[in-house]
Nanobody, 122 residues
Framework: QLVESGGGLVQAGGSLRLSCAAS????????MGWFHQAPGKEREFVAA????????YYADSVKGRFTISRDNAKSTVYLQMNSLKPEDTAVYYC?????????????????WGQGTQVTVSS
């Protein structure tokens, strides 16, 4: 089970940190990803991290602004979002992949959280 938290309403230029807490003992062997979905649009890749945290991947639209990290001892993955823009507004989903190496396609992930809303006002 994956449970996201940390979403909310923020002004453009502001910051939010999303957290995703996982249950189960296999967290440290799973790659993790963050995706977002805006109304009327498909779910899109945001960031991903491999099982050990040594490799990270980002969508071009968030490079330099967002940082993904994980704490395997706490079974939690984070998404630090800085310099937020109105176009970042979406529901953000945490996902786990039953393999150690990250991928950027939603279909490659096996478990999903319920999502948390992020709204950036201009």
């Amino acid at each position: 089970q994956l449970v996201e938290s940390g979403g909310g309403l923020v002004q453009a230029g502001g910051s939010l940190r999303l957290s995703c807490a996982a249950s189960g003992r296999a967290f440290s062997s799973y790659a993790m990803g963050w995706f977002h979905q805006a109304p009327g649009k498909e779910r899109e890749f945001v960031a991903a991290i491999n099982y050990g945290g040594s490799s990270t991947y980002y969508a071009d639209s968030v490079k330099g602004r967002f940082t993904i990290s994980r704490d395997n001892a706490k079974s939690t993955v984070y998404l630090q979002m800085n310099s937020l823009k109105p176009e970042d507004t979406a529901v953000y989903y945490c996902a786990a992949r039953n393999a150690g190496f990250a991928r950027t396609t939603p279909a490659d992930y096996h478990y999903w959280g319920q999502g948390t809303q992020v709204t950036v006002s201009s």
